[in-house]
């Protein structure tokens, strides 16, 4: 009977080290391109988005603005609101904002006294194909998406609205802490 022996040659035990250094290197290469993209994904979105609108003033203020996409924020003028149904598959709503003091600590007095200053820079709005907002009225907070038309008119296709006054806080009855 013959006999068959097995023997590991030097010469595999090598390629099978060299294999195993290879893989690891190929996931550490391959998690620290994962890391790098995650890390630059975070530090991109956060430099982007780190101002939530820019203000009338800085709109007006640079002309690089024209044309392109940016959110912004102001007072609503109310005596300014218009309200276009005559083509009822396209309504338009027109109104002015008034710029706002960003570093006002008081948002509801900041809106009363833009609406009331007529120095300050105001921009006229478009909307359009979107119904009458219930909060759009006289010294509300509008943020809009949009752009500025040549025509100095600000074509908005996204309407957000605070009104400071309406969430304000009740204070609690008085009387009650003077009872004993």
């Known amino acids: 009977m013959t006999q068959a022996t097995w023997e590991k040659s030097a010469q595999t035990s090598a390629n099978q080290v060299r294999s195993k250094r290879s893989d690891r290197w190929k996931f550490m290469l391959g998690g620290m391109l994962i890391l790098g993209a995650a890390i630059y994904l975070i530090v991109a ?9 820019i203000t009338v003033d800085e709109l007006l203020g640079d002309p690089s603005y024209i044309g392109e996409t ?4 102001g007072a ?33 007095l900041a809106l009363h006294e833009s609406v009331k200053n007529p120095t300050l820079n ?44 309406r969430f304000e806080e009740a204070l609690p009855d008085q009387s009650i802490a003077g009872e004993a």
Do not use: W
């Open 45 to 53: 979105n956060t430099v982007g988005g780190a101002r939530y609108f």
């Open 70 to 73: 940016v959110r912004i924020s």
């Open 76 to 108: 609503v003028i109310g005596e300014s609101i218009a309200y276009d149904t005559s083509d009822p598959a396209k309504p338009v709503i027109e109104f002015n904002i008034s710029h706002i003091d960003p570093d006002a600590p008081d948002l509801a």
């Open 122 to 165: 105001r921009l006229p709005i478009r909307v359009e194909n979107q119904a009458m907002p219930d909060l759009l009225q006289n010294e509300a907070q509008a943020i809009l998406s949009g752009y500025l038309g040549e025509d100095g008119i600000f074509h908005a296709n996204e309407l957000l609205l605070k009104c400071p006054s």
